[in-house]
């Protein structure tokens, strides 16, 4: 199974730290649970969804429900399960995806991904790419386009975003098209400046074309642990983030960092990023995570 095979790595780090507990043959108590503690902690789940974790399954063994190891795994990978918000994926059309997040964190391969995977079920698409002061994201989110047989509306080097957006809504009009999916500039170290023109973004959306949904979906990359998540809290402060895409789960030991995500920033994971290619992309599915780093 691919998603196992592409989790293999957060799972072997998972395995190390937890194999000697979920091995005992004690009967399970509070020295244990901290064991466990520990070992989570250190496994890139973060402090708050450990915390949590810890606090379900000290309820359950005090209410007897976990005696030995095998149910105290059942019950933690259970009440990982439970941790997610639910992802509601399903929209109705016409809609407006904004993309946002941090560069570098694979912003334009998610879009190529997602506008591919959107075209697949039959929807018409295009991309916006407003994202104007990289030339050459621009250039690559052409290629990606190309890629997924999907038109790319671009303006020249330093126009304004709000404008290419105009564009792609008066483009996405006339063609009947389903999804605009909009590219974002992701240039944190002039933060304010970013969430002025993000916030621009979704005026424009909402004025030129009210009748359509709008939603954001928030690009983390889950090789930057934990830092995914300080980023996450300053795009949460200024646009309103339907859901996360996490990338590069494939390359990394750190996909714990869902489990941080979903406890900390209670936001949905949406669809997760398992390598380069266009295919390599897929609806998150809390069960199938768990057991995928779990087994
Ligand atoms: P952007 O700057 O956020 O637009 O990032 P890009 O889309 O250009 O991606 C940056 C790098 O990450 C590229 O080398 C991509 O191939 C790579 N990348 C993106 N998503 C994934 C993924 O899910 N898995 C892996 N292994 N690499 C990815």
Redesign the pocket.
């Known amino acids: 199974n691919k998603i196992k095979e592409s989790l293999s790595k957060t799972r072997n780090s998972l395995v190390n730290k937890l194999e000697g507990i979920f091995k005992l043959s004690v009967k399970i108590d509070d020295d244990i649970l901290e064991e466990l503690e520990e070992a989570l902690i250190t496994a890139d789940i973060g402090v708050k969804a450990t915390e949590d974790l810890i606090q379900k399954l000290k309820d359950k063994v005090k209410a007897n429900k976990i005696k030995d190891a095998d149910e105290l795994k059942s019950a933690l990978k259970e009440e990982m399960v439970n941790l997610f918000p639910k992802s509601n994926i399903g929209f109705s059309t016409p809609a407006i995806i904004l993309i946002v997040?941090v560069?570098?964190?694979?912003?334009?391969?998610?879009i190529g991904k997602l506008a591919y995977k959107y075209k697949s079920e039959g929807k018409k698409v295009i991309i916006a790419a407003a994202d104007t002061f990289r030339a050459a994201?621009v250039e690559?989110l052409v290629v990606w386009g190309q890629r997924a047989g999907v038109e790319v509306i671009r303006q020249m080097e330093g126009s304004d975003p709000a404008s290419v957006l105009f564009d792609a809504i008066r483009a996405g009009k006339a063609r009947h098209v389903d999804v605009i999916i909009c590219d974002t500039a992701?240039r944190l170290h002039t933060k304010k400046n970013l969430m002025e023109e993000l916030k621009k973004l979704y005026r424009v959306a909402e004025k030129e074309y009210p009748e359509a949904v709008k939603i954001s979906y928030l690009?983390l990359d889950a090789t930057t642990g934990q830092n995914a998540i300080s980023q996450a809290k300053i795009f949460k402060d200024a646009v309103n983030v339907n859901g996360i895409i996490l990338?590069?789960?494939?390359?990394t030991a750190k996909g714990g960092v869902a489990l941080a995500i979903a406890a900390e920033l209670g936001i949905p994971v949406c669809y997760m990023?398992?390598?380069?290619s266009i295919e390599?992309f897929a609806e998150f599915d809390p069960k199938e995570f768990v057991d995928a780093i779990i087994s």
Request: charged share 20%; aromatic share 0%; proline share 0%.
């Open positions: 997040g560069n570098g964190v694979g912003k334009t391969t998610t994201a690559q992701g690009v990338t590069k789960l494939d390359g990023g398992t390598g380069e390599d």
